[in-house]
């Protein structure tokens, strides 16, 4: 009898543990699953702590600095920066006094405007051929992205024939190799005269920009590529079916697959044609401020960053009507 209601008594004990311990297992379960995502969220923002310590040191606050400095007139004294608020005096200057501030930022912006679209279409036309199999396609590849790992300052001085700011000298037989007339001694031999002086000197300035064009084409031929080789198969063969040529092709299928990265490409082009620190207003921008006049030339800086994000605006609210989007 004694033994009956000692296993009666054991039995229920034994179940109520098996039950605390599954409530156990189960907790655990949720703690440990909360804390991988705590972990996960941990190790993203170790990951982007670098990059948020340096965007806040290098960019945030000398951004700020930068305004402030634009409506002040800044005079380095021993110890620091004596700030004499000034309102927008130095952005009055720099627009109507500074002459050659605007006469380089029109003729920047002249040469934004007529570069951009001949970046944007010789870089989708080598896109295409590119993407097309050939021998030695990739080695055509690496020539033409060859610019971008190699576009350094002193170099791109050099072959665009700024030789003196580089610190060589007997270098302008070097320089002269990329500058020559090729075009006009072109239309020489084949007999084209009488062009009027204006077409003259479009076709003069573009020839000789020809190298620039193609030297800055690297990045924006990479994304066509990636555009190229994203158009689905069953598009090129459905095309096939219907006979489509090779021209029809292009525009009713490659051409709409291709344009988000004309949008993309547009703006990346305009960013860095304003941000080439072989421009004349970056020049102009930079001249102030070795002259210690770091007020006019924060302002210029901030009407410079103004017209850029206009001009960015504008290329995106007109181009992006024309834009076709497979998800729509």
Known sequence: ????????????????????????????RRSSLISYQRRKGLYG???????????VIFFLIPLV????????????????IDLVWKGFSNYNS????????????EATLIETLWKTPLIIIFSLFIAVILNQKFKGR??????????VIIATGPVFK????????????????????????????????????????KMSLIISTVADNIFGIVWN???QILLFLAALQNIPPSAREAAQIEGATSWEFFWKITFPYVSPFILANLIFTVIDTFTNPMNTVMKRILDKKNEWAFGE???????YFLIIIGAIGLITFIVNKFIYYEVE
């Open 65 to 80: 600095k930068s305004l402030i400095y634009s409506f002040c007139n800044v005079k380095i004294k021993q110890g620091g």
């Open 217 to 219: 084409s690297g990045i």
């Open 138 to 147: 990739a080695l055509a590849r690496a020539i033409f992205f060859l610019p």
């Open 94 to 105: 720099a627009v109507n006094s500074d002459k050659k501030f605007m006469d380089n930022l």
């Open 1 to 28: 009898m004694s033994d009956e209601k000692i296993t009666e008594h054991i039995e229920p004990t034994a179940s109520e543990e098996a039950e605390k311990l599954r409530g156990r297992k189960k907790k655990s």
């Open 45 to 55: 923002l170790c990951f982007i702590s670098l990059w948020l310590v340096g965007t």
């Open 158 to 197: 050099i072959i665009s024939g700024d030789i003196t700011s580089t610190g060589n000298t007997g270098g302008e037989q070097f320089s002269t190799m990329f500058s020559t007339d090729l075009v006009g001694e072109l239309m020489q031999f084949l007999g084209i005269y009488g062009i009027s002086d």
């Open 297 to 303: 030339a924060s302002a210029m800086a901030w009407i």
